[in-house]
């Protein structure tokens, strides 16, 4: 099994920068993709920002050059730095990894809980 644990969420003004990070635990023999997902209240799930091994990361159009992934390979984390925040980035963000188990090569997806991004104007 494998858990992914998100850290970093919280209320900031417009304008501000949060950084978000999320841990892969358990029983992790390797990890394809890993990336942030969010969640809006009556808006289905968007990707925000995606980064894979050796890759060159992708972003949504809507957080392009406001907001930054990178991957730590060796801790199994990703981190996603947010600037210049917007009140419709307010949403339930969540880490989101491809993941593959015991030394097999198939790869299942996790999802974090979720941590709450509150912008305020």
């Known amino acids: 099994q494998v858990r992914l644990v998100e850290s970093g969420g919280g209320l900031v003004q417009a304008g501000g920068s949060l950084r978000l990070s999320c841990a892969a635990s358990?029983?992790?023999?390797?990890?394809?993709?890993m990336g942030w997902y969010r969640q809006a209240p009556g808006k289905q799930r968007e990707l925000v920002a995606q980064?894979?091994?050796?890759?060159?990361?992708t972003y949504a159009d809507s957080v392009k050059g406001r907001c930054t992934i990178s991957r730590d390979n060796a801790k199994n984390t990703v981190n996603l730095q947010m600037n210049s925040l917007k009140p419709e980035d307010t949403a339930v963000y969540f880490c989101?990894?491809?993941?593959?188990?015991?030394?097999?090569?198939?790869?299942?997806?996790?999802w974090g809980q979720g941590t709450q991004v509150t912008v305020s104007s």
């Open positions: 989101n990894a491809l993941v593959a188990s015991g030394g097999s090569s198939v790869y299942r997806n996790y």
């Open positions: 358990g029983d992790i023999f390797s990890i394809k993709n």
């Open positions: 980064i894979r091994s050796g890759a060159t990361p």
